[in-house]
């Protein structure tokens, strides 16, 4: 059964105001089903898997348009980035907006095709695995900021979610038919992305390596980025795991989180936190068998914060905003702050903590904020697995993971 998306809402949005649109995405957030249930029936849709259609496109790109007109839905463009071209063309003769809708679950070679032939033509959509807004059928909020004390918003509480069980099953569309082997799908999926996503980036002759640096990441995630560590444990050099990590970002499996950073303030860390955008293939890579042995092992903190940093990330993404302006912090003197929501020149802290009761002693890293020159401080949240909200401080609540 299909489960609506809250990117819906964006994609026809952008239709309405762009020629083209461009979503992007890892492999199976569900790009694809989204497309075939949300677009007008008039809409021509093609997938460059298609050998047929890959040949085609590659061989004579003008015919294949001739062969798939406007308007039309063409599935994995970055097999055949030379399209952009001729799309441009098209649209062009047309003052038609939202007659080409392309997907694409890569972005190393999608963006240079978009920056050199689309600019000002092209609209971005970034697609991510459901969220928890989805599950719960309590989307359409937008963007997550922390509200003042005693805003405690629209969502009820969700009844019978297992959060842990959330977590660890992970926020892959096909996932959420309870009888799909998880470990199965798990282990399909990292062949495949081997097999396919790696090789159309770049060269790996060990493919081995890469998995053992693919596993390293998995075991970071939530750290700040280490390529060092990363070489060192997948047995490369400081370049190779470089290059490796810029895949993993490229094919969607990881998220690079930028700390905030301020011309004040000058002593604060540059370096950025690695986060895997799915906790389900963490958990598999990681030999976290279930959800309850990831909430008793070492690494429950890491992945629960994986999740909820996930979560924020997704209701900027799928309303169509700006994930910049989601931060951590970290100065000179190590001091940190979890996220730093960036609301124009407000700044709101929120810090990510596995307890279900929480004190203002959580919130007491937050005045590090007053030291930021030319910003103001908005509220702050403390996330934690609270039933409901509740207030910690005058500025600050508890918030439970639900009603992010």
């Known amino acids: 059964m299909y489960r609506r998306r809250e990117a819906e809402a964006t994609l026809l949005s952008l239709m309405g105001q762009f020629k083209v649109v461009l979503v992007t995405g890892a492999r199976q957030v569900g790009k694809t089903t989204m497309l075939q249930h949300v677009l007008p029936e008039d809409f021509r849709y093609v997938t460059l898997d298609d050998p047929r259609a890959g040949v085609l496109a590659r061989e004579d790109p003008v015919l294949f348009f ?28 047309s003052p038609e907006t939202g007659c080409v809708v392309l997907t694409g679950s890569q972005t190393f070679h999608l963006m240079q095709g978009v920056s050199e032939s689309l600019a000002g033509r092209v609209a971005i959509l970034e697609m991510t695995g459901m969220s928890l807004r ?14 003042e004390v005693g805003d405690d918003g629209r969502c009820e509480s969700p009844e019978n979610l297992d959060l842990w069980a959330t977590i660890h ?22 062949r495949t992305y081997l097999e396919r996503d790696v ?3 770049i060269t790996v002759k060990d493919e081995a390596s890469f998995y053992h640096f693919l596993v390293a990441c998995a075991a970071r995630t939530g750290r700040l980025v280490n390529h060092s560590a990363f ?28 700390p905030f950073w301020s011309n004040a303030t000058k002593r604060l860390t ?4 690695l986060y895997f955008t799915d906790t389900g293939l963490a958990c598999h890579l990681l030999g976290w068998s279930s959800p309850e042995t ?52 407000v700044l709101h802290p929120v810090e990510i903590k596995t307890s279900a009761t929480v004190t203002r002693e959580a919130a007491a890293g937050f005045s590090v904020l007053n030291d930021v020159g030319d910003y103001d401080v908005g509220a702050g949240a403390i996330i934690c697995q609270a039933r409901e909200p509740y207030p910690v401080t005058a500025t600050v609540k508890a918030v439970p993971v639900w009603s992010i």
């Open 294 to 345: 990831l909430r008793r092992g070492a690494m429950a903190g890491q992945v629960f914060e994986t999740f909820v940093v996930g979560e924020v990330v997704k209701s900027y993404l799928n309303a169509g905003g700006d994930a910049r302006n989601v931060h951590f912090y970290r100065d000179a003197r190590q001091r940190e702050i979890d996220l730093i929501i960036q609301e124009g020149r």
């Open 134 to 147: 989805e599950l719960t059928g309590c989307g359409g909020r937008g963007p997550y900021v922390p509200s």
């Open 169 to 190: 099953r992970g926020s892959m569309p096909r996932l959420m038919d309870p009888s799909v082997s998880w470990d199965a799908f798990y282990t399909g999926y990292v």
């Open 66 to 93: 001739d062969a798939n007109r406007l308007p039309v839905a063409v599935d994995e463009i970055q097999r055949v980035p030379g399209l952009f071209q001729q799309v441009k063309f098209l649209v062009d003769q």
């Open 270 to 273: 540059k370096t950025p936190k």
């Open 231 to 258: 070489a060192r444990d997948a047995g490369v050099d400081t370049k190779t795991a470089q290059s490796w990590l810029s895949v993993l970002q490229a094919s969607g499996v990881v998220r690079l989180l930028r």
């Open 199 to 201: 090789r159309d980036l």
